[in-house]
């Protein structure tokens, strides 16, 4: 509680610094601090955007753009209120955002960045050639703000509102990543393979994150436009845009606050290089952009969390949450009766090219059993298991899982139906903890969203989730580990998160793909205990596992699969005593 | 319009076309290979066309000094890891490769006049003083990351970007250059007139890409590049360094763009800043093929070119606008084929 407490004290202290800002400081460092508070709005997009959900935009400053001309437009030409220009410019920088996002969020990452430069430069064009926007020279006159009674008409009234927005904005993005959407767009990094298989729909997760970037340059543009009360083409240029970018590395990609620290570093030294390289060149120009341009490869090279986290070193660490016990547990589903066909896979094939990975296999799996599924490598185990989850679909074959037909589904509509799955690569986010990895399982168990999390409307259904994510962890025996960076657990470990996680998703089918591995005795055991338990609950498992002596004291019956065919099915003992499949694990006697 | 001024513009269209298909090239090359998004390709265009600008007006062109500062650079960061791993006799060649050469060329440039020399002379001057550049870059901006993801190497080829863009304008200045037309030469068929250095573009064009296609086909380094462009891992295997690929195609690709400089100068004027959005226009060609396809790249580059071309005539203003926009419905189609969600 103490540091939690020492954490308050700086804030306050900050918070004090801002008040009394412009009350004692000259005019020129009061405009300074209004430009970084302005600055610090788009890159806090960013952030988001980047060092959260792991996409990248250059066009920021279009956005921006979009802000500042629509308020300018509207209440220069129509005489339209500022205080209703802010909607309709959110409005139309959010359709923009949208589409542009749609067309290109499909396509591997690369293609958005790419996609805002083209079009942070098609709109700086647009801006400086549209005669009802005034070309190159711009609007002028665009009305100052006026709140209630006061007007906000000099630098130093206008900091309180920009600073306050800035703060606002801070708040809410930091409520929004503690959340249940926050953890799918930060398993957005993790690729989204297994933030899909865990229900997230990362399309529309991408989407979202990016229109949130959007919105925030937007409200940035419209506090720029009433500020300066005039606007031309030159600062939503695209150089402006990768501007922001910088800030938003330099401070600390992946920190609300950096985004802050980014946005003061670069405003300050820009300012400073503007005052001394001309001299020292002996001509004018922006050659400061050599210095950042610098500046920015040495972070990426040396220093890729920027310069938050360096600073962050020198303070005491954040206590981490601690989990109400006693809040109301989830709702489970009903799962079907034991004995019941859960899962029937006909004639499934699967082809790479050339390939044929799987070969026209068939098994079921019913409900209370445990199906193991075994082969030598390469034998097309886990090709079949992605096959089931939807994560790479089948070539050909049918797949009914409680009785509806589920191979061409996504993998997030599959899961919504009840079967969960690992990964034998584990894919865990390596820099959350336990406790978050795990509730992202649970994903499709809430329902507040974005909005609800940025307001913190969503804290009695949080508790619910985090509260199954702790019940889960202590059942796989990762108690003590629950508040651990996953990435610092051994590997054996990380695939019990990510039995946990599976489970989180209250499954009635569960795919695991070699649970054992990497385990030691004491904790095969263990795991195979909760497997049987499972069991007696009702759960269906099918099991990809190469250690025997687990998988035939568990299973109740066995598929065998060779070259991506099916060899054998059936009891354990019946297959120990298959000759075709001694042969294939064992090679044949000539 | 009549016809006579379509097929001028549609010859101007053709003229830049060519140029942006050669870029294209070299992005999807450098992509495949690296990974690298090579936003600075637009960089060597410009340093291509005004280097040689600078040789023909008597003056020193200041690549010299980025070239003198990069080899030092690279030279230490060399020479003290050679010390560190005790190859001590690995240093005379360091130094000798990183700094000697480009002394060489400087001291060169100093003692006779660049001015008074046969054109082809000039080029090939120009190309020595750009193309190294590419290699350098690689080895000092891209080396050190080159395991990151792509987002990471595209927010670097942004950082290189604007940084040489900075040493652009300290070098040749805010002014443009336009170097004299390398031929007079012209054609008249029927009413149209075909002028000589458009044909001259056209060929060269058509002539380097079918350099770079036996290059790929029958060369050694061609095919390690394939290799390397195909699979990685296993190219490194077989052992293909990944560094030399990367170096080689970087030095392909400043090759390109400084040659398609040299070609362009006398057709428009170049600023220290013009090669963005001579890149960029290339990039869109690039992205039309998917960042993977060659003929798709080098196609969509001249449709570019002959959009830009058309779209001047008919709407001046908004040429820009139009052939970046371009980019969204290519986005739109590209996006539509894709099936699934891409794993990075």
Redesign the interface.
Known sequence: MKRAAQGMHFLLVFMAALVLAPLVLPEFYVTLLNYIGLYAIVALGLVMLTGVGGLTSFGQAAFVGLGAYTSAYLTTVHGVSPWLTLPAGLLVTAAVAVSLGLVTLRLSGHFLPLGTIAWGISLYYLFGNLAALGGHTGITGIPSLQLFDLELKSGREFFYLIWAVLLLIVLATRNLLDSREGRAIRALRGGSLMAEAMGVNTPRAKIVIFTVAALYASVSGWLYAHLQRFVNPTPFSLTQGIEYLFMAVVGGVAHVWGAIVGAGLITILKQWLQDWLPRLVGESGNFEVIVFGLLMIFVLQRARDGVWPIVMRWFPKPVARVIAHDSQPLARRSLPESGSLLLEVKDASKRFGGLVANDRVSFTVRAGEVMALIGPNGAGKSTMFNGISGVDPLSSGAVTFRGKRIESLLARDIARLGMSRTFQHVRLLAGMSVIENVAIGAHLRGRKSFVAAACRADRHEEARLLREAAVQIERCGLAEQMYEATGSLPLGRQRLVEIARALAADPCLLLLDEPAAGLRYLEKQALADLLRRLRAEGIGILLVEHDMDFVMGLADRVVVMEFGRKLAVGLPEEIQRNPAVVEAYLGGVE | MNLQIALLLGQDGLTNGAIYALLALALVLVFAVTRV?F?PQGEFVAFGALTLASLQAGKLPGTIWLLLALGTLIAAIEGSLAMRRRQFRRIPVILLVNCGVPLLLAGGLAAISAATLPLPVQVLLALLLVVPLGPMIYRL?YQ??AE?S???L???S??????????G??FF??EGSRTPSFTDVSFEIGDTLLQGQTLLVVVASVVLIIVLYLFFERTLYGKALRATAMNRTGARLMGISGTLAGMLSFTLAASIGAFSGILISPITTIYYDSGF?IG?KG??GA?IGG?ASYPVAAAGAILVGLLESYSSFWAS??K??IV??L??PV??W??LK?R?????
């Open positions: 998004i936003i901006a050190p990351v990151a792509v987002l990471v595209l927010i670097v942004v950082a290189v970007h604007v940084t040489l863009i900075g040493i304008l300290l200045g805010a959005l960029l990039f869109v992205i960042l203003a908004f820009e606008v970046f926009t980019i969204i986005l739109l590209r996006s894709a699934h969600v891409e794993e990075e």
